[in-house]
């Protein structure tokens, strides 16, 4: 009896222990699923990450859910990375919680504009538009992800700033691998080979990789008849072999687009999980098509 008296106490106090603010994890927010792997690649067990903009849902779009406002109401930190759903966001989370710490992880990284017409226009029609936010389809930008990350844990909870550190080391090294195995998978392609795509989310990883992304629509509009004619010229002088489309965007203009070429429709979306994966897939199917 004097035993189990014994254990119980020992149990008590490891909960109380356990429970105390010590031991209590980050509690952080994110805009979108790749910034979660970023985020437990460094915190590892000493953070909880909750997502807002859910899977297949638009990041220019988005309206968090009342649960998901419940967790802003009780989170430490969000983490922004530059999309668009944060500019309207980020003030309503701030007023629901006075204590939340916003912190940006894109900062410092250098940022490409948008152009707002399709590429086959003349080059003198072009206009250049927002900065393209999806820094994260480029594996070095992701090196600085990861490191602000690092910095800004270390920030928040300098006792374990070392265990952080650690963390990105073997991220980054992580990172060299997946770049260079994109390299390996993309070594045969000629420099500048072009790629369609519905939404221009790739225009990081194409710069990267010596790449050119032919998009079909810009902010959301898709293509006009008129401006269909011409994308299906580009794309039988280009030798297109598929067209990459989005979840998060309806696909009929590159289904219309597809069908006349006799092409395939690829979905793949910047936003899915897996990071590393996602982009040797997208450099797989470019590899494939070439």
Aim: charged share 30%.
């Amino acid at each position: 009896m004097i035993k189990f008296r014994m254990k119980k106490s020992l149990f008590i106090l490891l909960f109380v222990i356990i429970s105390t603010p010590l031991f209590a994890k980050l509690n952080i927010i994110v805009s979108i699923q790749p910034q979660i792997e970023f985020v437990k690649k460094i915190g590892g067990d000493k953070v909880d990450v909750t997502l807002m903009v859910a899977t297949g849902k638009s990041p220019h779009t988005y309206e968090p859910k009342p649960l998901q406002m419940i967790k802003v109401s009780k989170a430490n930190l969000y983490l922004s990375i530059g999309v668009e759903f944060e500019k309207v966001w980020l003030p309503k989370f701030k007023a629901q919680n006075k204590n939340l710490l916003i912190e940006d992880i894109s900062k410092d990284i250098n940022r490409t504009k948008m152009v707002n017409k399709h590429s086959h226009h003349k080059s003198k029609n072009k206009k250049y538009i927002s900065l393209d936010p999806h820094i994260w389809v480029d594996p070095i930008k992701v090196k600085a992800i990861a490191k602000n990350i690092t910095k800004i844990l270390s920030s928040v909870d300098s006792n374990n700033s070392s265990y952080y550190k650690k963390n990105l080391d073997s991220f980054l090294k992580e990172i060299d691998r997946t770049d260079q195995e994109i390299k390996e998978i993309l070594k045969n392609i000629p420099k500048n080979t072009k790629f369609m795509v519905f939404h221009p989310s790739w225009g990081y990883f194409a710069k990267r990789y010596g790449l050119i992304q032919l998009p079909i629509e810009i902010e959301g509009k898709s293509p006009k008849p008129r401006e269909i004619i011409d994308i299906l010229k580009e794309a039988k002088r280009e030798n297109i072999k598929a067209i990459f489309t989005q979840l998060e965007f309806s696909d009929k203009a590159s289904r219309t687009i597809a069908n006349e070429l006799k092409i395939e429709v690829i979905k793949t979306s910047p936003l899915a999980k897996r990071w590393a994966e996602n982009l040797k897939k997208l450099a797989k199917a470019i590899a494939k098509g070439n």
